[in-house]
C-alpha cells in the first residue's frame, strides 16, 4: 500500500513541475520539467541543453547563460536587477527581451515559459 502511495505522489510531483522550452537559433527546442527553486539555467545544465553553458555558475559574471525570451513571458517575470541589466548588455546580441537565465527562478508562475538562446551560444 506504501508503494503504491509513494508511486502515485512521485507521478503527482512530476507532473506539477514548471515545464520550461529551450529553442536554438536553428528552431530545435527542448521541454524539460524543472524543478521549482533551480534556476532556468540550472535546468538546462542538468538537462544537456545546448546553448546554455554558464561559465561563472550563476554568479552573473559571464553572460553565456543569455536567452531571449518569448515576448509574452516577459513582462510576467520579476525585472532584471540592475546587476544583471550591466551584465546582459555585455552579452552578445541583447536585445528588449534578453534575460540571463541564472536570473530566472522557476516556479509554478512561469510553468511553459520559453527561451530562446543566442546564436553565438548555439
Ligand atoms: S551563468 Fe554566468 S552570468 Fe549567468
Redesign the pocket.
Known amino acids: 500500500m506504501f508503494c503504491i502511495l509513494a508511486l502515485f505522489l512521485y507521478i503527482l510531483i512530476l507532473h506539477l513541475m514548471p515545464k520550461i522550452t529551450y529553442i536554438d537559433q536553428k528552431g530545435n527546442s527542448k521541454t524539460i520539467e524543472v524543478d521549482n527553486g533551480l534556476t532556468v539555467?540550472e535546468g538546462a545544465i542538468q538537462n544537456n541543453v545546448p546553448g546554455i553553458?554558464?561559465?561563472?555558475?550563476?554568479?552573473?559574471?559571464?553572460?553565456?547563460?543569455?536567452v531571449y525570451v518569448e515576448d509574452s513571458w516577459f513582462n510576467k517575470l520579476p525585472k532584471a536587477e540592475e546587476a544583471e541589466q550591466d551584465?546582459i548588455d555585455m552579452a552578445y546580441k541583447p536585445n528588449k527581451s534578453s534575460r540571463?537565465?541564472?536570473?530566472i527562478i522557476v516556479s509554478d508562475e512561469i510553468n511553459g515559459l520559453i527561451v530562446t538562446t543566442p546564436e553565438k551560444q548555439t
Open positions: 539555467m553553458d554558464a561559465d561563472c555558475g550563476g554568479s552573473m559574471a559571464c553572460a553565456t547563460c543569455h551584465m540571463l537565465s541564472c536570473q
